[in-house]
């Protein structure tokens, strides 16, 4: 029998799992290199952590782990129903209010690890939390695909900790009645990115699809994003909020220190500006996430299900 320590927590509604303690040993490297050992050795942990019948699809898991630099709060890789993420907004904002309910951190800056880099964050005394995420950019803009049954999509490839498909023009009614017809509709668009080896930086997958319109009530913007395993993000995403925040700077739409108000398809909202250093941009994403269990794992050797159903 086998147990991890385990805090759930959601942040605008999309829910993010922590693994306290694990079984694994991914070693003491980069958290690029333990994410690397992690994928080779340890992707059962990963599929009985947050698959059904203990998770489902919409579950973020993250691993914490030791940073190289103990300076630093934490280390974390993020994951999800069917791989590996670069970085997690929202998942960032779940690890420090997880941090803060354990005891471990207090308010001020801390600095997390990633596998794509050091991310600064901010517990605030009202328990939200900033991410300052790291340099994020347009890629390429206005890339038109062709989408069986919907014509022709454009959108913007933009990096943002995870790459990202922007596109405004897409005749698409965002609301939350219509999640099965924009899920359907952005797997086409991300299906029809790889068929057309259309990709990010280095040929890297283009794995969420960010769609959005015009926002109301305060809000900027509205948007609908699909993640990897076709789960939608019920939060604003804050990586997907970084790579369109990327996109407003290189057009000149947003100045730095400007505030952009993100809602997601399910009206949750994320504070959004962005500073320049050199010339790149660095977002910041303020949120907040509300713990909701405690609790271990058990993986019995006995359930033929104790490594999830992928
Ligand atoms: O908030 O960056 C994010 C995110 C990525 C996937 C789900 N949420």
Redesign the pocket.
């Known amino acids: 029998m086998q147990e991890c320590a385990i805090v759930d927590s959601h942040t605008g509604g ?1 829910p993010t799992r922590v693994v306290i303690a694990s079984p694994l040993e991914p070693g003491f490297g980069s958290l690029a290199e333990r994410l690397q050992v992690f994928r080779e050795r340890y992707d059962w942990f990963r599929s009985a952590v947050v698959n059904e019948p203990r998770g489902s699809e919409i579950i ?1 898991g993250a691993l914490l782990c030791e940073p190289q630099d103990p300076s630093y709060s934490a280390g974390v890789i993020f994951f999800n129903n069917v791989g590996y ?1 670069g ?5 960032t904002i779940g690890v420090m209010t997880t941090l803060a309910y354990l005891g471990r951190i207090k308010p001020g800056r801390h600095r997390i690890e990633t596998p794509v880099g050091v991310v600064t964050t901010e517990l605030l005394e009202d328990g939200r939390v900033t991410v300052h995420n790291i340099a994020s950019y347009r890629h390429a803009k206005q890339v038109s695909v062709e989408i069986e049954g919907y014509g022709s999509v454009t959108g913007d490839i933009a990096w943002g ?2 790459w990202f498909f922007l596109v405004e023009d897409h005749g698409q009614k965002l609301h939350e009645e219509h999640i099965p017809q924009l899920t359907e509709f952005a797997w086409r668009i991300r299906e029809a990115l790889e068929r057309s080896e259309i990709t990010g930086a280095n040929g890297a997958l283009i794995d ?1 699809i960010d769609l959005l319109a015009p926002g109301s009530h305060g809000a900027s913007s509205k948007n609908f994003v699909l ?1 990897p395993g076709k789960a939608y ?1 019920r ?1 604003p ?4 909020t970084s790579a369109k925040l990327a996109c407003l700077a290189a057009d000149g739409k947003l100045k730095p220190g400007e505030v952009w108000v993100q809602e997601s398809i399910i009206g949750s909202r994320f504070q959004a500006t962005y500073r320049i250093e050199g010339d790149q941009v660095y977002p910041s994403i303020t949120g907040e996430a509300f713990v909701t269990l405690e609790g271990r794992l058990i993986l019995d050797e006995r359930d033929p299900f104790k490594w999830g159903i992928s």
Do not use: A, I, Q, R
């Not at 970085?87 to 998942?91: A, D, I, L, Y």
């Open positions: 999309e973020v993420l970085m997690c907004g929202h998942g900790g995870n969420h993640c993000d939060s995403c804050g990586t997907g």
